[in-house]
């Protein structure tokens, strides 16, 4: 099956430096990947919407430029996290259409990267 | 706008016994996908099941089974003979058929199986 990684799994930042997060498609090509965030014991909310060669389209709520998002090929997507504070710390998931996909349900998860700001 | 409500926090389950996890969404588009994904706590998200709102049939997957009523708009997940494996945080999802294809969660359901 198809398969997405995301890059760092874990990383611990200082509050006000930046952290990127990486998320690849590996076997398949992705036009669109999504950003969500999930708070301990609580559900994922969706970030952003990250179409590859276009600006992403972010959920309401959700700081445009504090979320940086970047889909510059079809197999990458990142995430930074600017001016990091404490309460960013989260676990971030990214998921991948498959382009070519002729399955119903061809998003893939990655494993998720679990931002920690101290 | 689209809504999926989950309405149990937890869940216990005998093992061997089979559980339902309810869901009921809300949307006002014709063309949509419903998705139970199962969370442990590694906390990677594994696909379980898909209903299309057009299928006729409840899907199937193995253990798994979606009870599909499409009029009183609610999509749960029916697991036979659990087992302890199955002990995890399930959550169903909404993905937008007609638009960005977006995809929204539940607030999930924490599954207990006992020995």
Known sequence: GAVVSQHPSRVICKSGTSVKIECRSLDFQATTMFWYRQFPK??????????????????QGVEKD???????????????????????SSFYICSA???????????????????TVT | ?????QTQPGMFVQEKEAVTLDCTYDTS????????YKQPSS??????????????????????????????????LVISASQLGDSAMYFCAMRDDTGGFKTIFGAGTRLFVKA
Do not use: C
């Open chain 1, 66 to 88: 504090k979320f940086l998002i970047n889909h510059a090929s079809l197999t990458l997507s990142t995430l930074t996290v600017t001016s990091a504070h404490p309460e960013d």
């Open chain 2, 29 to 36: 588009d014709p063309s949509y996908g419903l998705f139970w």
């Open chain 2, 43 to 76: 906390g990677e998200m594994i696909f379980l099941i898909y209903q299309g709102s057009y299928d006729q049939q409840n899907a199937t997957e193995g253990r798994y089974s979606l009870n599909f009523q499409k009029a009183r708009k609610s999509a749960n």
């Open chain 2, 1 to 5: 706008a689209q809504k999926i409500t």
């Open chain 1, 97 to 115: 259409r498959d382009l070519a996909g002729t399955d119903l349900y061809e998003q893939y998860f990655g494993p998720g990267t679990r931002l």
């Open chain 1, 42 to 59: 609580q559900s994922l909310m969706l970030m952003a919407t990250s179409n590859e060669g276009s600006k992403a389209t972010y959920e």
